[in-house]
């Protein structure tokens, strides 16, 4: 295994904690002892006492354990640190503001089985949010539970076979067919599986939007139980046929589910329940500029239509004149599908989002992450092969395909961009594109970061033609190199063993 | 120019056939290896399972993506390749060799017979690769 150091910085080479260890060394003064000593034997059962001493626990003091964490908390790039167009994962900003507001103390010390009568703010902040969000999609029936945008899909696509179920009763066996768009993320087929469908892939058309004489194709094969289709599509076009694909749909006995990953180019302008889809997640850690990963949960709701309600996860928020309860009375439920109800923390800093905004703020939001987009697709289109010739959405498809002749690849082009400060866009996604590039600017960066991210890419391409192994060899101004990973993935080291020579010592 | 060996049959999926009998021996072909990037993980069926033609047998994840792989032909796996557990990268290294994946025993070997010659696989990967 070998890593390359591109900067000998001492910050930049910290090693592990346990290679700071010094024997004796502790970050704690304990006060002189002013009971009588008891024996430990006596005190904690042998089984769960450990006998090895603390053997390998890292000895450190505390300014050793600061600087170490603050030393590896640099090396991140984040959205606080610049632009992160990253596509399909919106990451926009996290506005300051929703982190105060999700730090108030009557929210952060509420207990979640904390009596109704105690808790009525927290209710109506999540019924709130429910509201809004049936606002936003044109689809009433709301459960913010699901922790996640594959969670959330799974609750959807498990609310359908469950309503299939009653509706159809025996004979709903023979309806297993879900079909799912071959752009499609690969969480959706996962979904549809573990509720027990069989997934069909319906082709593109060259427009890069879905075949319909494939899809009336495969509903006339029978058995359809639903469609999964995320809207605008993963190369960033909207389905203009949408009404059409739903209705057909419809006919054929199924349901229409929407992946709402892409909501941050519709949020304020269009609303699926009006283009006639029957459930939908959102992700608020897109859409609603709550935190993604870094340890933070995500809040994944599901939004359906009234007829699709009473099978919603259990407990469902009411309200009952001016009051709010929690209602778990609802036969046909799913059932729960997270612990209490869900990550309360990203409703408040949703709830925060939405009226920071406001109704006309939001379609600003919304309308400017689209003009971000096209804004940057206008400009690179000469440079980089843009597989389809429909204006993009919220973010834009580019392939590799006018630089490989140098032998650059995507992969090349994205590591180099880390060169000029910027996050890579997703690559290597959807996988219909060839050398994929799916870059999503959101609408936090304005037209001076758009123009430096412009040029970023141009110098990049003058560089795959003049001097291609600058691109090969990138990143160059980072801690390390460019990573083997190939055998990352082959051969993981997963955790430090006493026995094994650290990282460091052996690049 | 991807490498076709000629005493080989070819899918449209980009898997090779190679038959002993009635017993396939499927794997990828170079073009296929070369459009994945490296190969870090094979995920297999088990011997015993059954397919039929042109079914997802299992998968091929590379540092860039998973991909599905379909048998070209239906009937009963008889062996997989275990040896791709700790060497994913024969899949890349020796496509037609060492990274062979399963055999299958075929229920009608006609299928083998209709899949494209190397000659025909080379006109293919050049109108569509």
Redesign the interface.
């Given at each position: 295994m070998s890593i390359t150091k591109v900067t000998q910085h001492p910050t930049q080479n910290e090693g592990l904690i346990f290679e700071r260890s010094q024997t004796g060394r502790v970050g704690y003064r304990l006060p002189k002892l002013d009971v009588e000593a008891a024996n430990i034997d006596e005190i904690i059962p042998a089984e769960l006492r450990r006998g090895d001493g603390l053997a390998d626990v890292p000895e450190v003091s505390e300014v050793d354990v600061i600087r170490h964490f603050t030393r590896i908390s640099t090396w991140n790039y984040s959205i606080d640190l610049g632009m992160y167009p990253l596509g399909s994962c919106t990451m926009k900003y996290n506005s300051r503001l929703n982190e105060k507001v999700a730090r108030i103390g009557g929210y952060t010390n509420l207990h979640p089985l904390a009596p109704e009568e105690e808790t009525q703010g927290a209710l109506e902040l999540m019924y709130r949010l429910q509201e809004d969000l049936a606002e936003i999609t044109g689809l009433p029936g709301v459960s913010l539970q699901p922790a996640a945008g594959a969670q959330g899909e799974m609750t959807g696509v498990m609310l359908i076979r469950a309503f299939l179920d009653k509706r159809d009763g025996e004979a709903s066996k023979d309806r297993r067919v879900m079909l799912i768009p071959e752009s499609a993320h690969?969480t959706n087929p996962a979904s549809a599986a573990l509720a027990g469908f069989t997934v069909k892939a319906i082709r593109a058309n060259e427009d890069g939007l879905t075949d319909m004489d494939h899809l009336r194709e495969l509903c006339a094969e029978g058995g359809v139980a639903g469609l999964m289709l995320t809207n605008p599509n993963t190369v960033g076009i909207f389905e203009t046929n949408i009404k059409e694909i739903c209705e057909t749909i419809h006919n054929a006995g199924g349901l229409v589910y929407m992946d709402g990953a892409n909501m941050n180019a519709l949020v304020g302008v269009a609303r699926p329940g009006d283009m006639g889809v029957d459930v939908i997640h959102l992700n608020l850690h897109k859409t609603f500029s709550t935190p993604h990963g870094g340890g933070g949960p995500g809040c994944g709701p599901c939004c359906c239509t009234a007829e699709l309600a009473e099978f919603l996860p259990v407990p469902r928020i009411e309200k009952t004149g001016e009051r709010y309860h929690l209602n778990y009375d609802l036969p046909h439920s799913i059932g729960r599908v997270k612990a209490f109800f869900g990550n309360f923390g990203m409703m408040i800093r949703a709830l925060s989002y939405i009226y920071t905004h406001g109704a006309e703020g939001l379609r600003e939001a919304t309308e400017t992450a689209v003009l971000n987009a096209r804004y940057v697709a206008a400009k690179l289109k000469d440079t980089y092969h843009m597989p389809f010739e429909a204006d993009c959405m919220h973010e834009g498809i580019f392939s590799h395909k006018h630089q490989t002749a140098s032998g650059v690849h995507t992969?090349d082009i994205a590591k180099r961009l880390i060169d000029y400060g910027f996050h890579p866009p997703t690559?290597?996604?959807p996988?219909v594109v060839?050398g994929a590039m799916l870059i999503e600017p959101t609408e936090s960066v304005g037209r001076a970061d758009l123009d430096a991210f412009v040029d970023a890419m141009k110098h990049i391409d003058r560089e795959a033609r003049e001097t291609p192994e600058l691109v090969l060899g990138a990143p160059h101004s980072t801690r390390i190199g460019r990573l083997d990973?190939?055998t990352a993935?082959?051969k993981p080291v997963l955790r430090w063993k006493p026995d094994m020579e650290s990282l460091g010592k052996s690049a | 120019m991807s490498n076709i060996p000629e005493n080989l049959k070819y899918s449209k999926d980009h898997e090779w056939v190679s038959v002993e009998g009635d017993v396939a021996t499927i794997g990828i072909t170079d073009y296929a290896q070369s459009?994945l990037?490296?190969v870090?993980?094979v995920d297999f069926p088990r011997a015993g399972d059954r397919f039929a033609i042109h079914e997802a047998f299992g998968s091929v994840?590379s540092?860039?993506?998973?991909?599905e792989i379909f048998t070209p032909v239906g009937g009963e796996v008889v062996e997989v390749n275990e040896g791709l557990n700790d060497a994913?990268?024969s899949v890349n290294n020796d496509p037609y060799g060492a990274g062979w994946m399963v055999k299958v025993k075929m229920d009608n070997p006609g299928e083998a017979d209709a899949m494209m010659t190397s000659a025909e696989y080379e006109d293919y990967l050049s109108s569509n690769g």
């Open positions: 690969g992969l690559i290597y996604f996988l060839e990973e190939a993935a082959r | 459009s990037g490296d870090v993980y994840e540092v860039k993506a998973v991909s994913p990268e």
